[in-house]
Every structure is written in structure tokens, then in C-alpha cells.
């Protein structure tokens, strides 16, 4: 079993900082991509930021700048630093994780359970 846990989260003025975290724990064998993706109420979830084992990074242009993604391979985490935050950065924000579980051929995969960003004006 795989489990993912998201902190972080919470109300924040416009133009404030939050620092989101989500930890893999479990059977894990290999992890590959780490990443971020946020969902407000009536959109679709969209990418936020996305690191590979190895390569660059991906943000999403409405972030580029302000959001930063770090990973640390030893603990099994990916943060979001969130910077010069905007009304629009609300939203539901989940991790997602590439895991390659024990006695597992290919990495499926995992999802966070969600943490909420709202950043007042």
C-alpha cells in the first residue's frame, strides 16, 4: 500500500506565501515524477508544477515565477513554494506521484488527498 499526505495549506492575504508538502510513505520501490495540480470549483484540474527524477521542471505559465517545486528523494516528498500569491491561486491543490511499489514492473500513479488554498483580495 501507497499512501500520500498533503500540509500545508490555508487562508492567506493576496500577496502572501504558503509552502505546501506531500510525503509518499508505504511499499515504495522507485519514485519517478512529482507534481502538483490544483482544481477550482467549476474548472478542470490543471497542472501547477511537475519535477522529474531527473530533467528540468514544468510550470504552468500562470505560475512561472512565483511558484517554486523542489523534491527531496530521500524523505519521499515534493513541496510547492508559493509566493506573491493571487485570488486566482485558489483552489484545491493535490500532489501526484509516480510510485513504483516492491514486486511492482512500472510506476502507476498516487494522489493526494487535497489541501485548500484560498487567498483573500
Known amino acids: 500500500q501507497v499512501q500520500l499526505v498533503e500540509s500545508g495549506g490555508g487562508l492567506v492575504q493576496s500577496g502572501g506565501s504558503l509552502r505546501l508538502s506531500c510525503a509518499a510513505s508505504?511499499?515504495?520501490?522507485?519514485?519517478?515524477?512529482m507534481g502538483w495540480y490544483r482544481q477550482a470549483p467549476g474548472k478542470q484540474r490543471e497542472l501547477v508544477a511537475r519535477?522529474?527524477?531527473?530533467?528540468?521542471?514544468n510550470y504552468a505559465n500562470s505560475v512561472k515565477g512565483r511558484f517554486t517545486i523542489s523534491r527531496d528523494n530521500a524523505k519521499n516528498t515534493v513541496f510547492l513554494q508559493m509566493n506573491s500569491l493571487k485570488p486566482e491561486d485558489t483552489a484545491l491543490y493535490y500532489c501526484?506521484?509516480?510510485?513504483?511499489?516492491?514486486?511492482?514492473?512500472?510506476?502507476?500513479?498516487?494522489w493526494g488527498q487535497g489541501t485548500q488554498v484560498t487567498v483573500s483580495s
Open positions: 501526484n506521484v509516480e510510485i513504483m511499489q516492491y514486486g511492482g514492473f512500472r510506476y502507476e500513479d498516487y
Open positions: 508505504g511499499r515504495i520501490f522507485s519514485i519517478g515524477a
Open positions: 519535477i522529474p527524477r531527473g530533467g528540468s521542471v
